[in-house]
């Protein structure tokens, strides 16, 4: 069985749409053909404005939403990222592999950066220790969205590097991205994706919004001022989004969907999609309830899925520790 790791931010009360197609859906198919980790990455959360008093909370709940999305403690190891100390002591070593301007061009950082009033180091860094968690578990496949892919690359080459210089260490990773839904856009600016932290409230669709708030964010969608549904990313990146979205979650292709509103308008397409994405999505919000309803249960099963992680993290950053020549007590 390949090994697949990935891990999501705790960084909003709730997961959106894009996290959903783009990443989660794969994490719940990949548990039945792949030895599968997955965590909640709270040390990247901190890379970003942050306040204490939450992000403890955004962590349970990302982790009940994880549950309730379908992901299962017996056929995979879902764990906490500051639970095990192995991803950032890690981290460290590939720190200091990784050049300068090598992590200067990621463009993720440009982007975050911009919209932060103060950047710190650790945001510079992060595709570091975002590569030292897939390094960890000898990752043969990551699960992620395309505005993963650059960070992706990073991880490959810093394991390449590391295995040319001190001899084979490290499993060499490929991202695992499915094309049609590998970047949703903000339904309010096709020309962003979806996101946890930039979206407005308006676009981005929430998985535990109320089914009303949904019908809402789809019917407020921006489209284009001509009424002819028809998929063309490049002319009608909103109406575009849409469709991708409407074929991702209901069972119809583009064509289907151009015949069944041609001369229609956007209206029905709109007021349809709405119950498709109300229908699928909707469910996500009760069932994480359930998850928090049982704070102790809900805790064993990360405390358990981070004791299994740390078996083969530790593994891996012994062997690495070595490697790089750290004194150990004869
Ligand atoms: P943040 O704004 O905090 O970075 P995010 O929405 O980008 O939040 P992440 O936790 O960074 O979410 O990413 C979790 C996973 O979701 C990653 O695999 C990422 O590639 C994927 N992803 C994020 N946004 C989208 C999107 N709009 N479309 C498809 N996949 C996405
Ligand atoms: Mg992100």
């Given at each position: 069985k390949p090994r697949v790791l990935s891990g999501i931010q705790p960084t909003s009360d709730s997961f959106h749409l894009g996290n959903y197609l783009g990443a989660l859906r794969q994490w719940v198919a990949l548990q039945d053909t792949a030895d599968a980790f997955y965590c909640v990455v709270d040390l990247h959360a901190i890379t970003v404005d942050h306040d204490p008093k939450v992000l403890h909370e955004r962590s349970r709940v990302s982790a009940a939403q994880l549950l309730a999305l379908g992901l299962d403690p017996e056929r995979c190891t879902l764990f906490v990222q500051s639970q095990v100390p192995e991803h950032p002591m890690l981290g460290w070593i590939l720190g200091c592999e990784t050049g300068f301007g090598e992590a200067s061009r990621m463009t993720q950082f440009k982007d975050k950066s911009s919209k932060q009033e103060r950047t710190t180091v650790g945001l510079f860094t992060y595709p570091v220790l975002q590569a030292a968690d897939i390094l960890l578990y000898q990752t043969d496949q990551v699960p992620v969205g395309e505005d993963q892919r650059q960070h992706l690359e990073l991880s490959r080459d810093l394991a390449i590097r590391f295995n040319g210089t001190y001899g084979r260490t490290f499993t060499v990773p490929d991202p695992y991205i499915v094309k049609e839904t590998a970047t949703i856009k903000d339904l309010?600016?096709?020309?962003k994706k979806m996101s946890k932290?930039?979206?407005t409230p308006k676009g981005c669709l929430y998985l535990l919004d109320e089914p009303n708030q949904m019908r809402k964010k789809i019917k407020g969608a921006v489209t284009d001022s001509d009424a002819e549904v028809r998929?063309?990313?490049?002319?009608k990146p909103g109406l575009s989004n849409l469709m991708n979205i409407y074929t991702a979650l209901g069972n119809t292709t583009f064509e289907k969907l151009e015949a069944e509103y041609a001369g229609r308008g956007y209206g029905d397409f709109k007021g349809d999609l709405a119950e498709v994405v109300a229908d699928s999505i909707g469910p996500i919000a009760t069932r994480t309830k359930e998850f928090l309803a049982d704070k102790a249960e809900l805790d064993r099963i990360l405390e358990r899925g981070a004791e299994k992680a740390r078996i083969v993290a530790s593994r891996t950053l012994a062997k690495a520790y070595k490697k790089v020549g750290f004194f150990a007590p004869a």
């Open positions: 309010t600016d096709p020309a932290t930039s979206s998929f063309d990313p490049e002319n």
